[in-house]
């Protein structure tokens, strides 16, 4: 019988599995993508941010961070561990993250420009996603990053123009950290 997987939502760094959520996250995103540790920290805090890791038979398994706005569910960052890569983890996650809510999700991927981006969507519309049309550039996470150009997708439907633009103008510069 396969056990159920189960998010735990860290709140600080002296949780059990910080070091290995935060090692994780270090290793599976670039520095670009990614906020410095003080800034992780800080944001802890936030009550519409979750820092949650993944357990997997009671084993850290990933993470998944993720916001809860208004009617709106955004997913920031999500990776599994490597021991348990490829094994339908990811999938399972997303599929029990959806189940939990009506609400809309949004996600940000690279553009389909290289094969790596273009698996990666695949993997997300396999799940249900949809691909947008709206491409947009990501601010920085540090001082002297560079920005990205992203494109959204969303679950269950394309984003309509009220959803894009109260996530544009009223969740993004909370993610962001941007003074508006």
């Known amino acids: 019988m396969e056990r159920k997987l189960v998010r735990q939502r860290i709140f600080g760094?002296?949780?059990?599995?910080?070091?290995?959520?935060?090692?994780?996250?270090?290793?599976?995103?670039?520095d670009d993508e990614r906020r410095m540790?003080?800034?992780?920290?800080?944001?802890?805090?936030?009550?519409l941010y979750h820092f949650e890791t993944i357990l997997k038979d009671d084993a850290f398994?990933?993470?998944?961070?993720?916001?809860?706005?208004?009617?709106?569910?955004?997913?920031?960052?999500?990776?599994?561990?490597?021991?348990?890569?490829?094994?339908?983890?990811?999938?399972?996650?997303?599929?029990?993250?959806i189940e939990e809510s009506c609400e809309p999700i949004i996600l940000e991927v690279e553009k389909p420009e290289t094969e790596i981006a273009r698996r990666r969507i695949g993997f997300y519309q396999r799940i249900g996603f949809r691909l947008n049309d709206y491409y947009y550039v990501q601010p920085p996470y540090r001082s002297g990053g560079?920005?990205?150009?992203?494109?959204?997708m969303s679950f269950p439907q394309l984003l309509?123009?009220?959803?894009?633009?109260?996530?544009m103008k009223d969740c993004h510069p909370l993610i962001y950290g941007i003074e508006v």
């Open 13 to 30: 760094k002296e949780d059990d599995c910080f070091e290995k959520a935060w090692q994780l996250y270090v290793d599976a995103f670039p």
């Open 37 to 47: 540790l003080p800034a992780q920290l800080e944001l802890l805090e936030q009550p």
């Open 61 to 97: 398994a990933g993470i998944f961070f993720w916001w809860h706005f208004n009617g709106l569910r955004f997913v920031e960052h999500f990776a599994t561990s490597p021991q348990v890569r490829g094994g339908g983890v990811g999938r399972k996650l997303l599929e029990n993250f």
């Open 146 to 152: 560079n920005p990205l150009e992203l494109s959204l």
């Open 160 to 167: 309509d123009e009220q959803t894009h633009s109260f996530f």
